[in-house]
């Protein structure tokens, strides 16, 4: 299984920006769907973005359409999470998960088998 580690939260205000960074060790996303789910305080986690390592194809919650881009570095061999007008509903814990052999159309948690800490993301109003 592929070690992922997240950065890149903290405290912002509404309408500002974050950039999330997952950088996986060990191993290559090769093969992998990387995914970003949140989790607020007693609330389930959702899924909020997915990319396919190879291709680039990427699949995002309605929610953050037009709000959230997921993208990849090969070289760096991290998967980021561009936030940008953040709304104070998407406070939440942010997860990275990788799915190997996985794909954008599967965005269950349960497809996924690795997964990072998670970092806090807080948007006040």
């Known amino acids: 299984q592929v070690q992922l580690v997240e950065s890149g939260g903290g405290l912002v205000s509404a309408g500002g920006s974050l950039r999330l960074s997952c950088a996986a060790s060990g191993r290559s996303f090769a093969n992998y769907a990387v995914g970003w789910f949140r989790q607020g305080p007693a609330k389930e986690r959702e899924f909020v973005a997915v990319?396919?390592?190879?291709?680039?194809?990427?699949n995002l919650a309605d929610s953050v359409k037009g709000r959230f881009t997921i993208s990849r570095d090969d070289a760096k061999n991290t998967v980021y999470l561009q936030m940008n007008n953040l709304k104070p509903e998407d406070t939440a814990v942010y997860y990275c998960a990788a799915a190997r052999w996985g794909n954008i159309a599967r965005t269950s948690a349960g497809d996924f088998g690795s997964w990072g800490q998670g970092t806090q993301v807080t948007v006040s109003s």
């Open positions: 990319i396919n390592w190879v291709g680039g194809s990427t």
